[in-house]
Structures are given as structure tokens and as C-alpha cells.
């Protein structure tokens, strides 16, 4: 799965995994006048991003936290 996730995002694919959530990819780039201007020398950053999955949200938002003594 840790090949797939980015064969996938880098192919231009949103990659869902049911249960779990959304992995997308995000680009920062420098701009241009007009698209024909635009080539991938314009992309400066590509950043994933990740979604949960409302499942999930709901399950963390239960989560209890008790303190550690400290050694």
C-alpha cells in the first residue's frame, strides 16, 4: 500500500480507502499569464493531505487521555 498511495496521488488519482479516509495531493506553484505559459518548472511545492474519514472522527473524538508519572 505504501507503493500504490503515491503511484496513485502522483498519477493524478484522489485515493480513498473506506473506513479510514482521503489522501489527496496539493501543489504550490509560481504563476503565469496565461496557460499556455504554464509548465511543470511552475510547480515550486507538491504536499499530501490527508482527509479522515467520519468514522474515524467520531471514534477520536471519544478519545480519554489519563497523565503519565513522570520517571
Known amino acids: 500500500m505504501s507503493d500504490l498511495i503515491p503511484e496513485q496521488l502522483l498519477a493524478g488519482h484522489t485515493v480513498r480507502i473506506d473506513g479510514l479516509g482521503t489522501f489527496r495531493l496539493h501543489l504550490k506553484s509560481d504563476p503565469a499569464d496565461s496557460p499556455e ?4 518548472d511552475n510547480i515550486k511545492e507538491v504536499r499530501p493531505s490527508f482527509i ?6 467520531r471514534k477520536l ?3 480519554t487521555f489519563i497523565k503519565v508519572k513522570e520517571k
Request: charged content about 45%.
Open 37 to 40: 505559459e504554464v509548465t511543470a
Open 52 to 57: 479522515q474519514d467520519t468514522r474515524v472522527k
Open 61 to 63: 473524538k471519544k478519545a
